[in-house]
């Protein structure tokens, strides 16, 4: 055990000294107090050098067995606490008595002891003896508080600070456990707007000692206040919070996913604009942990809707954020794809998160028969499976799937392809805009589904390569029949021959006139208006990336916007009977 600095007799005397000071307010005993405050800070300096140089405050303590009582007693002395440097001394002491693991019931009650007196000195004390001692002072007892608060926060900013920049062993005491006892002290301020600079520091404090953990008591007082909002943080230190929190960061996402599923049919440019504004796609970028664990939550999500367009859209405008931040970040900082995706096909990876406005529009079509001849592989063996009852191959078609639900635009190039191309065969493409809907045949009933929408591909082609008038009502009326032909809507095979249809209506080279009489007739007997606009939105913003040749844009966002006004005055309409 090391030698005292300071004798228990020492700290007899000011012990003694310190309660005559608080048992009465008289001249006498301000001038008794002013003339020892110099001496009673080279004393707390002292203290500090003492506490200090001790492996544990259950040393410090059995050392000197008065010095809880002596802190305890300045702490309620107004002129103390009031003088800058008395006050920083006295609260240094404090926070180096806080144990980062305290190992007995005398530590973990001095913790408690700790935070309570803290909590007490910067909040307002309803005594009036006291509120009168501080008027004596010459300070309102709120702005003494106030001052008190701010000094205490200046202070713990200081500690945070002071952290060591490499890992200690499990017995050696570092400037790092400050970081702990500091964010326990934060504990009753998380609410304070005073504390916001102080909690943001503590959250971004770089993690180079295993001892410069945070307190799980503030982690959890953090995310409650913010949940609540009744605390705000700035974006960074958000990011930081879920970053130390999982139970924040599953609120986070679980909250996201309630919103948009609260809205059946979100545009995909609202859509996009509410997950910029939550934030996580900037912070999956900055940290690949947290992009783990939200990629967890939409996967299970997807599990148990896999036939819920909302959380197909959610995953992939999620997706298209989460890219878009990646590519803004400095490429020294940039984590490989392979560890945001390590379940994923890793053949497939980069193919499909590749943007098709990253490679030339002559291409597409080669890329895409490849990705959907990949695809089908990997479908054929999972069938073969079935008879054994393995489940690998389950897992593996599902994580292909899962990749192509997050990087479907693709599959939107794909229903493009399908309605401009000529004599081609089509049968990948049909396969793949198929397989997005349906990805197994258990339950889903893929082959059927494709032969659906083959029926209504070819119905779309007739329509569109008729040359005048009349048009051919028969498959007009096929068409619409196709797209309302089961209750529940939108259910997969109606969005697939809707997306068709859409861009049938843009890409074709029928006239403008024909092609919104043809969109009118089939949205209006189908009554899909509302599902017609969002694929409208959708294509829309697929072409505003740059997925359309230059001497194409005029034309195709002047027939987007045609069809936009047809749905319009439609929606107008119905809304009138």
């Known amino acids: 055990m090391a030698e005292p600095l300071i004798s228990v007799q020492e700290m007899q005397l000011w012990l003694e000294k310190v309660m005559a000071w608080g048992q009465a307010d008289s001249p006498d005993n301000q001038r008794d107090i002013c003339l020892h405050l110099s001496r009673l800070r080279d004393f707390l300096q002292k203290l500090l050098t003492h506490i200090g140089s001790m492996s544990s405050t259950t040393e410090a303590m059995k050392t000197l067995p008065l010095l809880g009582q002596f802190l305890g007693q300045l702490c309620w002395i107004p002129y103390v606490t009031a003088d800058a440097p008395s006050r920083a001394l006295l609260f240094q002491c404090l926070w180096g008595l806080y144990s980062e693991h305290p190992d007995n019931a005398m530590e973990r009650k001095a913790n408690q002891w700790i935070r309570k007196v803290l909590c007490q000195i910067t ?98 007082a953090l995310s409650s206040a913010y949940s609540c909002q009744r605390l705000s943080l700035e974006e960074q230190a958000v990011v930081s919070l879920w970053y130390h929190s999982l139970s924040s960061l599953e609120e986070a996402v679980l909250s996201l996913l309630e919103s948009v599923l609260a809205n059946t049919r979100p545009t995909p440019q609202r859509l996009e604009q509410q997950l910029a504004q939550s934030l996580l796609p900037k912070a999956c970028v900055q940290h690949c942990s947290i992009f783990l664990v939200v990629n967890d939550i939409f996967r299970f999500t997807l599990k148990q809707a896999e036939e819920n367009e909302s959380v197909r859209r959610l995953i992939q405008a999620f997706t298209s954020c989460f890219l878009r931040e990646l590519a803004l970040q400095e490429p020294r900082k940039r984590v490989p794809l392979k560890a945001f995706f390590p379940q994923s096909p890793q ?58 639900v997050r990087c479907a635009h693709w599959v939107e ?48 082609h007739s329509v569109f390569s008729v040359v005048g008038h009349p048009l051919p009502v028969d498959r007009l009326q096929s068409l619409a029949a196709l797209l309302s032909s ?31 009489e043809i969109f009118h007739t089939v949205v209006d007997r189908s009554g899909l208006v509302e599902e ?6 959708s294509l829309e913003l697929r072409l505003n990336g740059g997925s359309c040749s230059s001497s194409d844009a005029n034309r195709v966002h002047l027939r987007i916007k045609a069809l936009q006004n047809t749905l319009a005055h439609m929606h107008a309409h119905a809304s009138t009977h």
Not at 190 to 197: D, F, G, I, K, L
Not at 373 to 395: N, V, Y
Not at 425 to 450: A, I, K, M, V
Request: proline share 6%.
């Open 347 to 404: 053949s497939l990876l980069v193919p499909l998160l590749t943007k098709p406005s990253e490679m030339p529009q002559d291409a597409w079509r080669h890329h895409l028969n490849w990705l959907s001849g990949s695809l089908q592989r990997l479908a054929e063996e999972e069938e073969d499976r079935d008879g054994d009852g393995s489940t690998r191959g389950h897992h593996k078609l599902f994580e292909a799937w899962f990749l192509l």
């Open 413 to 460: 190039v794909a229903i493009q392809l399908l309605v401009t191309a000529g004599s081609e065969d089509c049968s990948l493409l049909l396969w793949l805009l198929s397989f997005y809907h349906h990805p197994t045949n258990r339950g889903h009933h893929r082959d059927e589904q494709l032969v659906r929408i083959k029926e209504a591909w070819d119905h779309l």
């Open 123 to 220: 909040t307002d004390d309803d005594d009036g003896a006291a509120q009168a001692l501080l008027m004596d002072v010459g300070l309102p007892p709120a702005e003494y508080h106030l001052k008190v608060l701010k000094k205490t926060v200046a202070l713990l900013r200081e500690n945070i600070g002071k952290s060591c920049s490499s890992p200690c062993g499990i017995s050696q005491r570092c400037s790092c456990d400050r970081i702990l006892a500091t964010s326990e002290a934060c504990v009753p301020l998380v609410t304070c707007p005073e504390a916001a600079s102080l909690i943001g520091a503590l959250l971004q404090t770089p993690l180079t000692c295993t001892k410069a953990a945070l307190s799980e008591d503030f982690l959890d």
């Open 532 to 537: 017609a606009a969002c694929a409208l939105s």
């Open 486 to 516: 089961q209750p529940q809507l939108p259910s997969p095979a109606p969005v697939s021959i809707l997306n068709l249809l859409v861009n049938s209506a843009v890409f074709s080279q029928q006239s403008l006139n024909a092609s919104t």
